[in-house]
């Protein structure tokens, strides 16, 4: 007899013995970040009271420069005239953040390391045949240095040539790309393509990375798990790609942006680190001599 829902029998799928045993292999889900990093104030030894009041002026300098911060707004603080003592004791201060950036360009080198403060970035421009760095501290949500060198003046010209074999995605994908590029001015939207999501082979990634280049400006963000962004010679398009704990690609983006929001400073960050840059001068004490 047919019940009121139509059913003769009952689902199957379901029921006792449906589902697997304790024992036997579950689902396999692919591992996500682990061991986010946390913010630990490291309050410096103080062995030297005149190089610590040399640093502390330049500390305060760095707080203050916090404090009065504002959107778009990029400060810069020379160090070059700190000793190598008192070099050491901003560098206990301020510790390493998350985010770190090589800039390499025609035999030139800049490697930036954000600070445990959050906004304050340490640069040291390595240039051609002069071993001993530059050093400057900067106070904004992203060096722009690391963006104005990060892309060539002019995109390379590729030669024409056939497709190669494999392509599923690529072609259409890449002309988006080169379109987006061509037409995208500060303020516009981010424009992203997830090949994470999107169809395609092996073939039309290598393609598309051929195509786009390589840039000069490398940023790996080293948070929950680990961002890798890198400039391609192609105007304003950043290779985005995540990473889980143990190194696996969990998510591999291309975005045409001024610089991907995951390496950036947040102003409410900014403003964090102005107070937590006030606790640690309190803590050394000693205000700068007189």
Do not use: K
Not at 88 to 106: C, H, Q
Not at 184 to 194: F, K, M, T
């Amino acid at each position: 007899m047919t019940s009121m829902f139509g059913m003769t029998r009952p689902p199957v799928g379901f029921g006792p013995g449906s589902q697997p045993e304790a024992g036997e292999e579950g689902l396999a889900y692919l591992p996500m970040p682990s061991g986010m990093r946390t913010y630990h104030p490291h309050t410096p030894e103080i062995t030297d009271p005149v190089r610590a009041a040399a640093a502390r002026v330049l500390l305060e300098r760095m707080r203050d420069a916090l404090a009065r911060w504002t959107a778009g707004e990029e400060i810069r603080i020379p160090v070059d005239r700190l000793d190598t003592p008192a070099l050491g004791l901003i560098d206990e201060a301020l510790g390493e953040g998350e985010v770190s950036v090589l800039v390499e360009r025609s035999g030139d080198r800049m490697e930036i390391q954000e600070a445990a403060l959050a906004g304050v970035w340490r640069v040291r421009a390595f240039d051609a045949g002069d071993p001993a760095p530059r050093e400057t501290v900067l106070v904004g949500t992203f060096p722009r240095v690391a963006l104005n060198r990060a892309f060539p003046a002019t995109t390379p010209a590729t030669p024409a040539a056939e497709p190669p074999p494999g392509l599923m995605n690529g072609l259409p994908i890449l002309t988006e790309l080169l379109d987006r590029s061509a037409e995208w001015v500060r303020g516009d939207a981010v424009h992203a393509v997830n090949f994470s999501l999107l169809p395609h082979t092996p073939e039309d990634l290598a393609f598309i990375e051929n195509r786009l280049g390589v840039g000069a400006t490398t940023i790996l963000s080293r948070g929950y798990g680990n961002c890798r962004v890198t400039a391609t010679a192609t105007a304003n398009v950043w290779w985005v790609r995540y990473y889980n704990s143990v190194d696996t690609l969990i998510l591999n983006t291309v975005e045409i942006s001024e610089i991907p929001a995951v390496v950036c400073a947040a102003p409410e960050d900014i403003a964090d680190s102005a107070e937590r840059l006030s606790e640690i001068l309190d803590a050394i004490g000693g205000g700068a001599p007189s």
